[in-house]
């Protein structure tokens, strides 16, 4: 059975840090793209992050540009995301997607057609 299952979110004061993982089960993520979304209550799913399955190449939306990396371990069959200099803003839930076809990753959601069921972020003091 295909999955893939999202873990690492909790609550964390303003500054602070956290890496969420995107773990697969029932196929091999190396070989496809992987992107990170967030939904914030009241607001449309965003993407934000994103891994190529062509070259490693990477994207970042300007609001998380130098704050976040994504980061593949293929032996772990795991995406993770490294979330530094967490802000309020931040708060939502967080969503890993694949496309299972060998591609570049884009920070839309129609792209992908395989989702992780989330994990909550939320920055507060």
């Known amino acids: 059975q295909l999955q893939l299952v999202e873990s690492g979110g909790g609550l964390v004061q303003p500054g602070g840090s956290l890496r969420l993982s995107c773990a697969a089960s029932g196929f091999t993520l190396d070989n496809y793209p992987i992107g990170w979304f967030r939904q914030a209550p009241g607001r449309e799913r965003e993407g934000f992050s994103c891994?190529?399955?062509?070259?490693?190449?990477?994207m970042y939306e300007d609001s998380v540009k130098g704050r976040f990396t994504i980061s593949r371990d293929n032996a772990k069959n795991t995406v993770y995301l490294q979330m530094n200099s967490l802000k309020p803003e931040d708060t939502a839930v967080y969503y890993c997607?694949?496309?299972?076809?060998?591609?570049?990753?884009?920070?839309?959601?129609?792209?992908?057609?395989?989702w992780g069921r989330g994990t909550q972020v939320t920055v507060s003091s």
């Open positions: 891994v190529s399955s062509v070259g490693g190449s990477t």
């Open positions: 997607a694949v496309r299972r076809i060998p591609s570049d990753c884009l920070l839309l959601p129609w792209w992908y057609n395989y």
